[in-house]
């Protein structure tokens, strides 16, 4: 079985850094970019299992990236990370295309979790969105 692949894309570097290392730790093989746009050219390169998208990012947005990566590799999964309140249109298109959502500030150890979880469900239920499940309010 080959080694999990992982999308970043975040445009802060300390953020980068921390999920880099502690999913590489995990045994997954990460790429990390700072760009929309880099996260399409890697896609087009090669595929990957998981992207973990900032929502806000300089130049195209994570949101309009979302169309466009799903587009260019259907089987991959999106995680949106956000750390801010999305316009309808925004939750539209997230809810169409992620399959979940995390907020900023998160703990390395929830990310770790739901990177398990998705990287470990059967192929049988990996294809198209999953429903999008959206963080407990506790």
Request: hydrophobic share 45%; charged share 25%; net charge negative.
């Amino acid at each position: 079985m080959r080694t999990k692949r992982i999308l970043i894309v975040d445009d802060e570097a300390l953020i980068l850094y921390a999920l880099t290392r502690t999913l590489a730790r995990d045994g997954v093989e990460v790429t990390a970019v700072g760009s929309a746009e880099e996260a399409l050219a890697k896609v087009d390169a090669q595929p990957f299992d998981l992207c973990l998208l900032d929502h806000l990012l300089p130049g195209m947005t994570g949101v309009d990236a979302m169309p466009l990566l799903r587009q260019n590799a259907p089987e991959m999964k999106i995680v949106v990370i956000t750390a801010s309140c999305l316009t309808p249109h925004e939750r539209a298109v997230v809810d169409a295309t992620a399959c979940r959502m995390l907020e900023k500030p998160f703990d390395v150890n929830r990310v770790r979790a739901i990177v398990e979880e998705i990287l470990h469900t059967s192929p049988a239920h990996r294809s198209g969105p999953a429903p999008l499940r959206r963080p407990s309010v506790s």
